[in-house]
């Protein structure tokens, strides 16, 4: 990806609007126009399959890379799921290794989960009945078998998730699929000189989590989002392995942040920038009513075991999607909502057991070299499938006290939804005031869960860092509640 600085980005976006007279010539000026994942709506039949198949894949130049996908060659189709219902999933397994389907975001059971205990054998099917009794969100599915999840994922085994009450018309939210609600799940990829995708994980992507050099949007490079003249609802996925985003607009228009990991906000809340660690999801407003295109960017945000954890931007921005309104495409909606239905998490703190965790990086090395695959940790301890961490009991509430070791960590918890209490001793920022599943820690946070759903020892719940390369290498925990 090439770096802009802000001038350029700001100078980039102003010139792309000039063009927006005419959509089509806009599009091609900066690419093809943005693709969107095929739509299985399961809102009425109450079942999908998904089948886990290889591929080939032209991302750039005319050589195609091996790929691997869900129904496709690369990525997954988004699934509509129906809140309050059962839907029955199928998930075939075509390719000659062992996958899963993480139902990442959902709240279900452990034997449901898709975890490393799910895994999938070659020819073998998986029929989990996803039993759905939470707030619509966006969440994500992909591949979680350890020791291989970094690498199915960067070739294409992930995929999104809308859960829907169907009543996105009375809140005032665009909701008509690939046209006012867009899907857009972003990706950092490397390719060689032939255009083919490269995963060449040395010492420093095992320790700082794989970063590549191309932006891809939805399995695509270089395309640009078509748009009505309205607002527009943006639902932002970082399937990333381990990249960091600070996305803003180059104009400096708002983002109205409307949704977190688990579910709506109480209101819209308008952001100038926010970050967005792997695994998490936001959804928010744009508003194009006054015809004017515009261009989300990304801070390069450092990350690195070596330099510890600056969370601040090397110096650079890099474009992450254009967007270019196309008069053209139907408005159904024009002006922005004034408060949204989704409370805000208040779960009670005091008096209940607390729990600490810190995410360790062996930095010695001889682990370095270590070709065991375990060079990472939770509280000393690194993952071992056979052996639960703790247990827990259903309906119960805990306090959770995360630290960070030398770099920063996205930390994802299964089957659960909680609430950020402190974020290094200060109050959460907006993007984790509502309800998370994934959140980034840059020092220590600290967090308040209720453990919903039942997962037995046969089938227990992961907590991990979601770079995938840390989670690989051992920086993953289960436990059971019952």
């Known amino acids: 990806m090439r770096l802009l600085n802000r001038r350029e980005a700001i100078g980039y976006a102003a010139g792309f609007g000039a063009a927006a007279v005419l959509p089509s010539a806009a599009l091609s000026g900066t690419g093809r126009k943005l693709e969107y994942p095929e739509l299985l709506d399961a809102t009425t039949s109450r079942r999908f399959q998904l089948k886990a198949q290889s591929g080939a894949t032209r991302f750039r130049g005319s050589s195609a890379t091996e790929t691997i996908g869900y129904n496709q060659g690369y990525l997954g189709p988004t699934i509509r799921l129906l ?88 809140r005032g939210l665009p909701s008509t699929y690939a046209v006012d609600d867009l899907t857009l799940v972003l990706q950092d990829r490397q390719f060689n000189w032939r255009g083919r995708m490269t995963y060449d994980v040395g010492m420093h992507q095992s320790m700082n989590g794989f970063r590549g050099d191309t932006m891809l949007v939805n399995g ?49 809340v308008a952001l100038t920038r926010m970050v967005l660690a792997p695994g998490e999801r936001v959804e928010v407003l744009i508003d194009f009513t006054d015809g004017r295109d515009s261009v989300l960017v990304s801070d390069d945000i450092a990350n690195s075991a070596m330099g510890g954890m600056m969370g601040s931007g090397s110096g650079g921005r890099f474009t992450v ?139 227990p719940y992961m907590y991990h860092c979601h770079i995938l390369e840390h989670e690989d290498g051992g920086m993953m925990g289960q436990f059971s509640v019952s």
């Not at 381990?242 to 983002?255: E, F, G, H, K, Q």
């Open 83 to 170: 809140t309050d219902a059962d839907t029955l999933a199928e998930v075939q397994n075509t390719l000659d290794e062992p996958v899963s389907s993480h139902w990442h975001g959902l709240l279900v059971p452990g034997p449901f989960d898709g975890g490393p205990h799910q895994a999938i054998a070659p020819g073998r099917s998986w029929d989990p009945v996803l039993n759905l009794d939470q707030p619509p969100a966006t969440a994500w599915y992909h591949s979680h078998v350890h020791g291989s999840t970094a690498r199915q994922v960067m070739f294409g085994l992930a995929g999104v998730l809308h859960v829907t009450d169907g009543e996105d018309d009375e």
């Open 220 to 268: 695509q490079a270089g395309a640009s989002a078509a748009v009505p003249k309205g607002v527009v609802r943006c639902r932002l996925v970082n399937g990333s392995n381990a990249r960091i985003y600070r996305l803003s607009l180059a104009d400096d228009r708002p983002l109205h942040l409307v949704a977190t990991d688990g579910g709506f906000l109480d209101r819209p």
């Open 321 to 459: 999607l254009h967007f270019a309104v196309d008069t053209t495409l139907p408005v159904r909606i024009d002006t922005l909502p004034d408060a949204m239905d989704g409370p805000l998490p208040d779960l009670s703190s005091n008096d209940i057991p607390v729990r600490r965790l810190t995410l360790d990086m062996s930095m010695g090395m001889g682990m370095m070299m270590s070709r065991s695959g375990n060079q990472f940790s939770i509280n000393g301890a690194p993952y071992d499938q056979n052996a639960l961490n703790f247990s827990t009991k259903l309906k119960s509430t805990e306090r959770w006290i995360v630290r960070g070791d030398m770099m920063m960590h996205p930390f994802h918890i299964h089957g659960v939804r909680f609430q950020v209490l402190s974020d290094n001793g200060r109050q959460p920022r907006a993007e984790n005031r509502g309800w998370k599943d994934t959140v980034l820690v840059a020092g220590e946070v600290e967090l308040a869960i209720t453990f919903e759903k039942p997962a037995p020892s046969s089938a």
